[in-house]
């Protein structure tokens, strides 16, 4: 069963970092911003799947702070740019 | 035990909708397809996994917590995907003008 | 068959590896900014595995959400520049290359020769824990035994804004951004849930992974947020409130470790009768001047009544 | 191998590649980042000299010193990147 759920949380980090490609390679700032959105998606389902893992429910608290402060780097990027294009 | 299997499959599914959203991410040809492929895929991805952890879960604060972090990805995903994707409208009108 | 959890702690080692060396050579610093979030995130997973969960909180709300947004802040202001590359020569490079190869070479004899397994210091923790006033270790750390280190720590963010505050000044009379009626329905929904959790993080720190810098980040997303989407704007008139804020949390952690010296103790050596109430209202009041120096740190000027534009002359 | 061997090693790097851009950057935002990685990798190495094999509890003290160090790191790069705007903003000024 773990080790089940080991290989899952492996498929899910190599998946995220191929998103890198993508951020490497742009070209536009919105697909970077998108695929930061991506890690941190998929880093707040690793943490859930750890949590059970390592048998520290406090990490549940952890993945609620990812999922509430992945919205702020994203929102100052949209009003910057809008800045911007005034 | 069958619960175990049935989680187990939630979170497998899960990861493969993770997989299919890089995918898109990286094989869609402009920004706007690629906003489509990744929320998507993401939410559904998130949505299997947070299930599955869910019935695997040893309490209800546990499984409250999961389900409220399920809600706010799922709040912030869907208005992080609608930014991007005025953003991304706005940027393309000013540049056909 | 080695343990399928270690093949992930390599993985997640040489992903943070390559991100901290993409960061450095990546060409658009737009890019740079994205990847260094990235590592952020990342970072906080390695926290995790390494079973310190408070510091993941502290990374993941501090280290990726509050510096991802001043870098972008930061990037948006200097975009202007062309980044102007002045070639370094490639001796110097070689050179520094061939120093920073030693410094890991003999760094990582150093670190394998040490032993993981020395008892460090918990034990005394796990033994005086109970005379703490908190059942959670690390808070018991950071607010009982090491109080002085985070009376420093806050007196630096006291600090820092100070500089900051005297580097640049001025207001903002660009009008409000608009992000429309999806955002702002959001915002009514997100503001107060992020206070919420905030809250809850403070509380929880006195037996669980949370505490004042975990909340006071949390509160400080919200100051960002506000500000981001023009729903606050500051005004000159709302100094004296800030510095008291910025203050506030300095001010009692210090009056209270005078007020139990004064009782013929040592400072810090709280009564343990009254340490779980000491430790609360000294959190609480921290936690508060926290959220409001990060969020200030982020705007990143004194609001004066003079518009930017002049200051710039 | 263990976990606390991987990201002690890992750490290192960090910190290595981090003080390798601090003497060769020009660009001052990219100098700020690097110094930033130094910190990372110097919070790593004080996390895995607390990292216990896992039934063992890890110690405390290591950690509530990074978090610390997090806190100050925020400040330091909050008035170093304000000194950045500030100095563009001289520059570019001079420049017109």
């Given at each position: ?22 951020i ?6 919105a697909e ?5 959105q991506?890690?941190?998606t998929?880093s ?5 799947i ?5 048998a ?17 780097t994203?929102v ?11 | ?5 049935l989680?187990?499959?939630?979170i497998?599914?899960?990861?493969a ?19 489509h ?18 019935l695997l ?7 409250a917590r999961?389900?409220?972090i ?9 208005i992080?995907?609608h ?14 003008r | ?35 260094f ?15 310190a ?16 947004a001043?870098m ?5 202001h ?7 590359p ?20 003999g ?11 020395a008892?460090?210091?918990?034990p ?10 908190v ?22 963010l ?5 500089a ?7 207001i903002?009379q660009?009008?409000?951004r ?7 329905g959001?915002?009514?929904l997100?503001?107060?849930a992020?206070?919420?959790i ?5 509380w929880v720190?006195?037996?669980?992974p ?23 704007r ?30 013929g ?10 340490a ?7 959190e609480?009041?921290?936690t ?7 969020a ?18 | 191998?263990?976990?606390g061997?991987?990201?002690g ?7 290595t ?6 003497l060769?950057m ?17 919070g ?10 896992p ?42």
């Amino acid at each position: 069963m773990s080790t089940a759920l080991s290989i899952t949380l492996i498929v899910i980090l190599l998946s995220i970092l191929g998103g890198l490609i993508r951020i490497l390679r742009g070209p536009s700032p919105a697909e970077r911003m998108l695929a930061a959105q991506l890690f941190g998606t998929a880093s707040v389902a690793m943490l859930l799947i750890l949590s059970h893992l390592m048998a520290m429910p406090a990490l549940l608290d952890v993945a609620l702070v990812f999922a509430l402060l992945a919205a702020v780097t994203l929102v100052c990027f949209v009003v910057l740019a809008e800045e911007e294009r005034r | 035990m069958i619960l175990d299997i049935l989680a187990l499959t939630l979170i497998a599914l899960g990861a493969a909708f993770f997989v299919a959203g890089t995918i898109g991410l990286l094989r869609f040809p402009d920004t706007l397809c690629r906003l489509h492929a990744l929320t998507k895929a993401d939410g559904l991805g998130m949505g299997l996994t947070c299930l599955g952890v869910t019935l695997l879960a040893g309490s209800a604060g546990e499984i409250a917590r999961i389900l409220l972090i399920w809600f706010f990805v799922a709040a912030s995903s869907a208005i992080c995907g609608h930014l991007i994707a005025r953003h991304v409208r706005r940027a393309t009108d000013t540049e056909e003008r | 068959m080695a343990d399928p959890l270690l093949i992930f702690d390599a993985l997640l080692g040489v992903a943070l590896i390559a991100l901290a060396i993409a960061v450095l050579v990546v060409r658009d610093r737009f890019a740079m900014i994205v990847l260094f979030i990235i590592f952020g995130l990342m970072t906080a997973l390695a926290w995790v595995r390494l079973s310190a969960p408070d510091v993941a909180l502290a990374e993941a709300a501090i280290g990726t959400g509050l510096a991802g947004a001043l870098m972008l802040k930061t990037l948006h202001h200097i975009r202007a520049a062309p980044a102007a590359p002045v070639p370094v020569s490639v001796g110097v490079v070689f050179a520094n290359m061939g120093f920073c190869a030693m410094v890991f070479v003999g760094l990582a004899i150093a670190f394998m020769a040490t032993s993981l397994e020395a008892p460090g210091l918990a034990p005394q923790v796990a033994q005086n824990i109970d005379a703490s006033g908190v059942a959670h270790p690390v808070t018991a750390v950071l607010l009982n035994f090491r109080a002085y280190d985070t009376l420093m720590e806050v007196v630096v963010l006291l600090a820092a804004i100070i500089a900051v505050w005297m580097i640049e000044r001025g207001i903002e009379q660009a009008p409000a951004r608009h992000l429309g009626e999806i955002y702002r329905g959001f915002a009514r929904l997100a503001l107060p849930a992020i206070v919420v959790i905030g809250t809850y993080l403070l509380w929880v720190g006195a037996y669980a992974p949370g505490g004042a810098f975990q909340g006071g980040a949390a509160l400080a997303a919200v100051g960002l947020l506000l500000l981001l989407s023009g729903l606050y704007r500051p005004q000159p008139a709302h100094r004296p409130i800030a510095r008291l804020g910025f203050v506030l949390g300095i001010a009692v952690f210090a009056s209270v470790a005078l007020l139990v010296a004064s009782g013929g103790r040592l400072p810090f050596e709280y009564p343990p009768a009254h340490a779980k109430t000491l430790i609360l209202l000294i959190e609480g009041v921290v936690t508060i001047s926290i959220a409001v120096t990060l969020a200030a740190l982020f705007h990143g000027r004194e609001p004066e009544a003079i518009p930017v534009s002049e200051t710039r002359a | 191998m263990s976990s606390g061997m991987i990201f002690g090693l890992t750490g290192l790097a960090i910190f290595t590649i981090g003080l390798f851009g601090a003497l060769v950057m020009v660009e001052p935002l990219r100098r700020v980042l690097a110094l930033k990685l130094c910190s990372v990798g110097g919070g790593f190495m004080l996390v895995v000299a607390a990292w216990r094999a896992p039934p063992e509890v890890a110690d405390p003290v290591p950690h509530a010193l990074v978090i610390t160090g997090i806190v100050v790191m925020i400040s330091a790069t909050a008035v170093a990147l304000a000194l950045i705007r500030r100095l563009h903003t001289l520059e570019h000024d001079s420049d017109d």
